[in-house]
């Protein structure tokens, strides 16, 4: 069976129909995350066609599934990688080293001279210490610096933790050079879930202004990495995926004339609509005969695949075969015995009124931030390792 996508239609609830087809005919014991590799290329492609010249660096993290990293290979991405074990699960599905980079900005030293042994020659950073790690391990390597982005138009910003202000870039540039790397650039991220392309204008302004200070300061930037923030539908209105990155692209050109080569780390936007989750209702209850709040509790929570509820930022689409029945409100949670497993609350979701226990739930476009948060693995960190004496 072939599916084929018009080239922006994604931007729709469209069920894509193999992944209904797939969990229509099968039952689960489990909560499943069902990943369309089909949909996949196409959202590839799709974002390849409005980023253009920009390199492709597929955020592994969204999800590190060992298909989809193979398909993406075939399809020629390059992979940003965040840890040793997601540089080594690019590499192991035939990606080359000089398309693999090392973009966080905290790294252990010994996984430093590891990536660096494997061929790894791209490293970002936004502190002296991390620097100084590069150069004690990758000696040479090409590093650049991560700026802080102070506005955010997004639902789920990256802002505070990652980056550094202007002043500190330039220093850090200095720095690079000084310790024997090849500074190349820079790079930050909007946001993750960043709906429109024009909510990238005031960040794009804030770091054509750092770059061109750079420029002023004698160095010699060919790297932009514009980082992620690519939408997924969630239900609320984006922006088509072609045009969108066009539309980013065209702004970036506008602001950053001449820039050798830039890249971009689209995670979620890649993904996100691939995947359909299959749940079940487990309960569905009140709490006293005057409560006006029905509870329904799934078989999947905060802490087996939807992290991203938390602050209830994602908001997920839900799906039954009860959808023609009547609907209302209900606090929809999850099954473990935390009360922070509470998914929607503030703003209840709407769910048939006839949802019972044992019913399927579809929890649409969950392909990205769902496996690996449920992982015991995320990001390639290891978990606690437990030892009892
Ligand atoms: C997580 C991450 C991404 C992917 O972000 P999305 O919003 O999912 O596209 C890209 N770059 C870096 C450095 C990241 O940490």
């Not at 820079?186 to 429109?196: A, D, I, K, P």
Request: proline letters at 5%; one cysteine or more.
């Amino acid at each position: 069976m072939t599916l084929h996508f018009a080239q922006d239609a994604s931007s729709f609830a469209v069920a894509p129909s193999r992944l209904d087809a797939y969990v229509a005919s099968r039952s689960f014991d489990q909560p499943t995350l069902v990943m369309d590799l089909d949909r996949v290329s196409a959202q590839y492609r799709a974002l390849k066609a409005g980023l253009g010249r920009a390199d492709i660096h597929y955020a592994v993290k969204a999800n590190p599934a060992r298909q989809i990293i193979a398909r993406l290979v075939d399809l020629g991405s390059h992979f940003d990688a965040a840890s040793k074990a997601e540089i080594a699960q690019c590499l192991a599905e035939g990606a080359s080293p000089a398309d693999v980079s090392f973009g966080n900005t905290i790294k252990r030293a010994s996984d430093i001279a590891w990536a660096w042994d494997q061929g790894i020659t791209l490293f970002a950073a936004d502190a002296e210490e991390e620097l100084e790690k590069i150069a004690a391990n990758a000696p040479g390597a090409s590093v650049y610096i991560r700026l802080i982005v102070e506005v955010s138009h997004a639902d789920w910003p990256l802002t505070r933790k990652f980056g550094c202000d202007k002043d500190m870039a330039l220093r850090l540039l200095d720095y690079a050079k000084a310790l024997g790397l090849r500074p190349v650039g820079m790079s930050f991220h909007v946001g993750s879930q960043t709906r429109q392309a024009a909510m990238w204008a005031p960040t794009l302004d804030a770091m054509a202004h750092i770059w061109q200070a750079a420029l002023d300061a004698g160095h010699m930037l060919d790297l932009l990495n514009i980082g992620g923030g690519f939408p997924a539908f969630y239900g609320e209105e984006i922006d088509a995926p072609t045009a969108y990155a066009a539309q980013v692209m065209q702004m970036v050109e506008a602001r950053f004339p001449n820039v050798a080569n830039i890249m971009a780390e689209p995670g979620r936007g890649m993904v996100a609509e691939a995947g359909v989750i299959v749940a079940e209702v487990m309960l569905t209850s009140r709490k006293s005969d005057r409560d006006m709040h029905r509870w329904v509790f799934l078989d999947i929570g905060r802490f087996s695949g939807l992290a991203e509820t938390e602050g209830e930022a994602i908001r997920y689409q839900f799906e039954t075969a009860r959808d023609a029945d009547p609907m209302g409100p209900c606090i929809l949670a999850g099954p473990s015995c935390d009360s922070a497993d509470v998914l929607y609350e503030k703003r209840p979701v709407s769910l048939p009124l006839s949802l019972k226990a044992g019913d399927r739930v579809l929890i649409r476009n969950t392909g990205a931030y769902t496996s690996t948060y449920s992982s015991v693995c995320f990001n390639g960190f290891p978990p606690l390792d437990v030892v009892v004496i």
